[in-house]
């Protein structure tokens, strides 16, 4: 086994001289660059290239097919080869395939599949590469599968079995950056094998670096050295790492701590298609008012992850509450704390067949790449579905499924940490809220005391840029006869502005604000915040985390009223 193989080329190897196999699939980081030789040798080249003139460098014929440029090869004698034995062919069967090749995917397997069996009977060694594999046997339901795509189908299936094709040194290896746009029959085939083509990780990252540029260049072109540039780029394949390199040297902009994060930020945001949007802010959690329990409580994760325990940090977090409560902003502050990037997801629903499980493989693989990374789920209890769903030919369901498996996977313990946010976490599914993915539930409510209110509004305030003649608390604040919202505190401020200016003022006084704030009517929806905050009491997993007037209710009663409130709501 050639130790300077990445991993996922001597697993590779591994399986296919087990010799039960021929048929293969890569997915995931394909069309990235690949490290190849070793030594003064050492390069890295793309993947086809690498597949040909490396890891097949032996075999007698290369060949390789895609619907673009239809059958390629190798070298020009391996096509040499492949022509006469298509002018035999032509001579009998009276064909002009010697000529014009065929571009279709069922008549160039026919003409290959010839080709293959007089040379396999020959001794010939062959390896057939297709090129963007989910275009050829798409993953389609049978029912709605064109004839062209069933008989290819067939084709690769056949092979994978055929008794010459096992007992000869032949291999199909198909290329695919998501496993799930390719027809489910081929990937469930015994015959086949999937194999996934990680995004580098830090120290190959790093070998990268040290091969692109000498010590003396780099000090040139970076002012972040060059461990930390290997660190900081997590989520970036080597072709992203070089684009960075190319910026620094071409254009003279030396890459700064500010400008590959940036950079990174892009680069990640367009390979992700979109779907993955980062949350930039440089809040901490000393810009959240109230909540002083739990901030203390994510403190403490912040402390174990950066002394390294990521193993006794939970898999994930549900933080509920009722609406206006802050869950988002306490999330995003999280992320300002630790220091970690934070990602939100954006729709990665389609309504074409195997994008949406595509799209959410993608999605996947990048967090992978990118740990440590915490990623937030707004509205869970609507984003994320449930395992039960039906109506789109079980779409909902298999992204559930992905999700559920993602956020259970252990290794990614303190690497992946995921925020569900919602403010009805009864309508979540279980699987989702079950110890082992969304561990720790928190829960925020309104301000309880003086204190806290007092401090949201300071806090809220500075947020409005709202500015008084005099300092002064309103006196609604301090009685605390109306429960504010931290969305509630920051429209009846920007009310109390918009009064001033609408009176020619630049300052809010004391009895202005007074009368805004006896003016001002919380849209109230009572019945429906009590159930949003009898939810949350029921799911927090921590008796510490809730207020003082919650700790003692006894769950039987609060459950009760809970479905009476439900009941009123429809």
Wanted: charged share 30%.
């Amino acid at each position: 086994m050639l130790d300077y193989y990445p991993g996922w080329a001597r697993e590779f190897a591994k399986k296919y001289l087990s010799r039960t196999l021929n048929q293969f699939i890569l997915h995931g980081n394909v069309h990235d660059l690949v490290p190849a030789g070793e030594g003064d040798g050492r390069n890295f080249i793309r993947l086809k290239t690498f597949l040909a003139e490396d890891f097949f460098g032996a075999r007698d014929i290369v060949i390789f097919y895609d619907r673009s440029s239809g059958i390629y090869f190798r070298d020009e004698e391996s096509q040499r080869d492949f022509s006469l034995a298509l002018s035999g062919r032509d001579t009998i069967a009276g064909t002009n395939y010697s000529k014009k090749l065929p571009k279709d995917p069922v008549g160039a397997f026919s003409v290959l599949e010839q080709y293959f069996r007089i040379r396999l009977d020959q001794q010939k060694s062959v390896a057939f590469i297709v090129d963007f594999s989910e275009t050829i046997v798409p993953a389609n339901e049978a029912g709605s599968t064109g004839s062209e795509d069933r008989n290819a189908l067939v084709y690769l299936l056949k092979w994978a079995h055929d008794s010459l094709f096992l007992a000869s040194d032949f291999t199909t290896v198909l290329i695919t950056e998501n496993l799930s746009d390719v027809n489910r029959n081929l990937i469930q085939n015994p015959y086949s094998s999937e194999i996934r083509i990680p995004l580098p990780d830090e120290d190959e990252r790093l070998e990268y670096l040290a091969h692109e540029t000498d010590p003396d260049e780099f000090e040139k072109i970076s002012d972040v050295p060059k461990p930390v540039v290997a660190q900081m780029a997590a989520g970036l394949g080597y072709l992203k790492l070089k684009s960075i390199l190319s910026n620094a040297r071409e254009n003279e902009e030396k890459i700064t701590f500010s400008s590959l994060t940036e950079t990174k930020k892009e680069l990640i945001e367009a390979e992700a298609y979109g779907l993955l949007e980062f949350v930039s802010t440089e809040r901490t959690l000393d810009h959240v008012a109230g909540h002083h329990s739990v901030k203390e409580h994510l403190r403490d994760a912040v402390e174990a992850l950066k002394n390294g325990r990521r193993d006794v940090l939970p898999m994930g977090y549900l933080v509920c509450g009722p609406v206006g409560t802050g869950k988002t902003f306490l999330v995003t502050c999280f992320s300002g704390e630790v220091g970690v990037p934070m990602v939100k997801l954006k729709n990665f629903r389609s309504q074409w067949q195997g994008v949406t499980e595509g799209n959410l493989e993608k999605i996947l693989n990048l967090l992978r790449a990118m740990a440590p990374v915490a990623v937030m789920i707004d509205e869970a209890d609507a984003y994320l579905g449930n395992r039960s769903a039906s109506g789109d030919s079980g779409v909902s369901s298999r992204v559930f499924s992905q999700i559920a498996t993602a956020m259970s996977d252990t290794s990614n313990r303190g690497r992946i940490i995921w925020f569900l946010m919602t403010a009805r976490p009864d309508l979540m599914p279980v699987d989702l809220k079950r110890q082992g993915r969304a561990e720790e539930h928190i829960a925020l409510f309104p301000p309880e005391s003086e204190e806290e209110r007092v401090e949201l509004y300071e806090v809220m305030k500075k947020k409005t840029g709202l500015k008084m003649s005099e300092p002064y608390i309103p006196k609604a604040v301090r009685k605390g006869s109306v429960r504010y919202s931290g969305a509630d505190m920051e429209a009846a401020l920007t009310r109390a502005k918009f009064r001033a200016a609408s009176a020619g003022k630049t300052e809010v006084d004391p009895d202005m604000l007074d009368e805004v704030f006896d003016d001002f009517l919380p849209p109230t929806y009572p019945e429906e915040v009590e159930l949003q905050t009898l939810a949350a009491v029921i799911e927090c997993t921590s008796r510490a985390l809730l207020p003082e007037r919650f700790r003692n209710l006894g769950r039987d009663k609060v459950l009760k009223r809970m479905e009476q409130l439900k009941k009123t709501a429809r």
